[in-house]
Structure formats: structure tokens, C-alpha cells
């Protein structure tokens, strides 16, 4: 079983900052790729920052210079740095990750979801 919980959505104001995290955990043999996709009302679930399989990192247009993904890999938790906040970022953030099992099987994993608001 392997698990993604999140942890960090709220409320913040119009030029605000936020800091999510997601955290990975159980039968994990190998993390190939990681990051976060975001959901707002009516609307496309929609890539937002992500780690690639080969280490490197893709934003959306719409957060490049404003967002900045991190990880740590001894803690298998990636964190994305939200600053400069729009109301239009207002969505559910969803953790993704492509983890690999001691089954040598290569399967996608969703966390549960954490609402961020932007709203004076």
C-alpha cells in the first residue's frame, strides 16, 4: 500500500504565500516522478509543477517565477512554495506521483486533496 497526504492548503489573501507538502509512504521501492496538479471548480484537473522522470522540473506558464517545487528525497515528501498568490490559483491541489513497488510494478498514485483559496 502506499499513501500521499498532503498537508498546507487555506485561506490567504491576494498576493499571499502558502507552502504545501506531500508526503509518500508505504511499500516504495523507487519515486520515477513527482509533483502537483491543481482543480478548480468546472474546470480541468491541470498540471502545476512536477519533478520528471529524469530529475528535472516543469511548471505551467501560469505559475513560472511565482511557484518553485522542492523535494526531499530521505523523507519521499515534495513541497511546492507558493508566493505572489492569485485569486485565479484558488483550486484543489492534488499530489501525483509515479512510485514503483517492491512488485516491480510502476503505477500512479493520487493524494486526497487540499483546497487552496485566494480571496480578500
Known amino acids: 500500500q502506499v499513501q500521499l497526504v498532503e498537508s498546507g492548503g487555506g485561506l490567504v489573501q491576494p498576493g499571499g504565500s502558502l507552502r504545501l507538502s506531500c508526503a509518500a509512504s508505504g511499500s516504495i521501492s523507487t519515486i520515477a516522478a513527482m509533483g502537483w496538479y491543481r482543480q478548480a471548480p468546472g474546470q480541468q484537473r491541470e498540471l502545476v509543477a512536477a519533478f520528471t522522470r529524469g530529475g528535472s522540473t516543469n511548471y505551467a506558464d501560469s505559475v513560472k517565477g511565482r511557484f518553485t517545487i522542492s523535494r526531499d528525497n530521505a523523507e519521499n515528501t515534495v513541497y511546492l512554495q507558493m508566493i505572489s498568490l492569485k485569486p485565479e490559483d484558488t483550486a484543489v491541489y492534488y499530489c501525483?506521483?509515479?512510485?514503483?513497488?517492491?512488485?516491480?510494478?510502476?503505477?500512479?498514485?493520487w493524494g486526497q486533496g487540499t483546497q487552496v483559496t485566494v480571496s480578500s
Open positions: 501525483n506521483a509515479n512510485i514503483r513497488t517492491p512488485d516491480w510494478v510502476l503505477r500512479t498514485y
